[in-house]
């Protein structure tokens, strides 16, 4: 939709314009899930301020609303780098395609960086041509207020409740068997799948307070065996 | 209210912060090494499944573990959840909506 306007000199407000307007669909989803976030940190008995601090710290939304539950429960702080850095460690593949090198001043790359979400790796991936810096850092600006925003309506939403909406915190667990379904595509992905669920389940069992770290851990480790086992027939379409 | 230590939550958010940061970041820096690496692009088409399933699983116990009755309502939530995604369009919305009050709707009312 956009391939021709690279080759136009840019005007900055039709770019500003039309980085909001491509950040909208996403801003649909990514604004209501905000307000579930905000909720929740009222939920688990977290400060308001919990949920921009969230945003604008991490800015990355599973992981947000893992790390309410996580820092309501006092989790130790090594447990919550290592989720962090599982949950996050898909974001090492964006730079791949991602269109950084339109962003010329040295702050707006840094912001850009910054604010890579999944919904602006997705966007630049579906639409990969025609980005300059205006309309990329109107897109993931615009995403940041849907997301700060959602979680502050969240957040006196739920200060005007009478009291706590007992089982709402389900919501993560239905996020994130929503988030397994659609990474689960074909049947290339059973064998991770089954994995996975037998190192967590295997933690369960053996270490239930740290279920979470240990099971995460065993999973990575099933997983480098599982490469050196494969590494002759490796896998192609990596 | 949550009793929080502010040095716990300063860690907690430095921590996240820095790791995210850093995973969004380095691979600008050191592109070409990690494209070849065939560990790294087998870790990626293999973990992000397992990870959400085991998200999954973690945050399904943290609700459920009261009792069997709760384990049972959570297990019929997440069953809705799950059919709501694959035959209704995989709307992510309806899906953790409906999920959702699936589960609130069967905890307060039984």
Known sequence: MSSEVASRPVNRRAEIAFGIRLSLPAGLGMFPIGIAFGLLVIQYGLPWWMAPALSIAVFAGSVELLLIGLIAAATPLATIALTTLLVNFRHVFYAFSFPLHVVKNPLARAYSVYALIDEAYAITAVNPRGWNGWRLLATQIAFQVYWVSGGLVGVLFASALPGPVEGLEFALCALFVTLTLDACRSRKEIPSLVMALACFGGALLLVPDSALFVGMLLFVAALAVRFLLTRKGAPDHG | ?110
């Open chain 2, 1 to 110: 209210m949550v009793e929080l230590d502010p040095w716990y939550v300063a860690g907690a958010l430095a921590i996240a912060f820095a790791i995210t940061l850093s995973l969004r970041a380095l691979p600008f820096a050191v592109l070409k090494p990690l494209r070849k690496s065939r560990l790294v692009m087998a870790m990626g088409l293999w973990m992000p499944v397992g990870i959400l399933a085991i998200l999954a699983a973690s945050t399904f116990v943290s609700t459920a573990s009261v009792d069997w009755a709760t384990v049972a309502k959570a297990v019929v939530a997440v069953a809705v959840t799950a059919a709501v995604h694959l035959w209704c369009g995989r709307r992510t919305l309806l899906s953790i909506g409906l999920g959702t009050l699936t589960f609130v709707a069967l905890v307060n009312l039984l």
